[in-house]
């Protein structure tokens, strides 16, 4: 069982930055494909972000390439999201998901979720 809690949430004004953080409570993260994904009011859940397991590798949709960051540390069980020149359009709830050896098909079929944590940008 793997237990994921996200924090770094909040409220910010369009142009500025944030960096959520996912807590990972499992013995080989290593294992994981991480990934981060987001949901509006009344919009479906899309995929924003994944990781690889070594997090050499990393994927993006194409409305937050050049702004977001990605990237893990192992030895600390923790995947992160850097969050630069936000926009309204980026508010969301936002989860962080886990893939048991899931380099290759990083868009889908996660099995472990964190309860999300709320992004809100003002303009």
């Known amino acids: 069982q793997v237990q994921l809690v996200e924090s770094g949430g909040g409220l910010v004004q369009a142009g500025g930055s944030l960096r959520l953080s996912c807590a990972a409570s499992v013995r080989t993260f290593s294992s994981y494909t991480m990934g981060w994904f987001r949901q509006a009011p009344g919009k479906e859940r899309e995929f924003v972000a994944a990781v690889s397991r070594t997090g050499g590798t990393t994927y993006y949709r194409d409305s937050v390439k050049g702004r977001f960051t990605i990237s893990r540390e192992n030895a600390k069980n923790t995947v992160y999201l850097q969050m630069n020149s936000l926009k309204p359009e980026d508010t969301a709830v936002y989860f962080c998901?886990?893939?048991?050896?899931?380099?290759?098909?990083?868009?889908?079929?996660?099995?472990?979720w964190g309860q999300g944590t709320q992004v809100t940008v003002s303009s």
């Open positions: 998901a886990a893939k048991y050896y899931g380099d290759n098909h990083y868009l889908t079929d996660y099995n472990y």
